[in-house]
């Protein structure tokens, strides 16, 4: 399912999305763009990242998501998991240190797929071999 997702996803939301470059979501956010995907930047925090618009909410962006690609903390999952139910995403991907069974079982009861405690910038590298 990794490799599937990886290489047929062309759009991610990125939650939780960072202005700060030290930050794990801004380099993977900005891996994936430089790779070739459409990044949409969620987080109610930011009115913009790297020139592109940021939104407040997954209910708020313009296009399809494949994949929702989680940054914030566990606690939180179940709630994205919902909302990228809600707008009909292909995937819930929580990253690295991510973990919350419950927001998986909500994705998947609503027909994503999902990946747990993975980051999604790594997988794409040895997928894609994009460096």
Not at 16 to 21: D, F, K, V
């Amino acid at each position: 399912m990794i490799e599937r997702l990886v290489r047929e996803s062309r759009t991610v939301a990125v939650v939780g999305l960072s202005a700060s470059p030290t930050r794990p979501s801004h380099g993977v956010a900005s891996y994936l763009r430089s790779a070739g995907l459409t990044v949409y930047p969620v987080n109610p925090g930011l009115e913009s990242w790297e020139g592109l618009p940021a939104y407040a909410s997954l209910a708020e962006v313009p296009g399809e998501i494949d994949i929702v690609d989680v940054f914030r903390q566990p606690a939180f999952a179940v709630e994205v998991a919902a909302a990228a139910v809600e707008v009909g995403a292909g995937a819930l991907w929580m990253q690295l240190g991510v973990i919350s069974p419950e927001a998986a079982e909500v994705a998947a009861a609503g027909g994503l797929d999902v990946v747990m405690d993975r980051c999604l910038g790594v997988e794409h590298r040895e997928v894609v071999g994009w460096s």
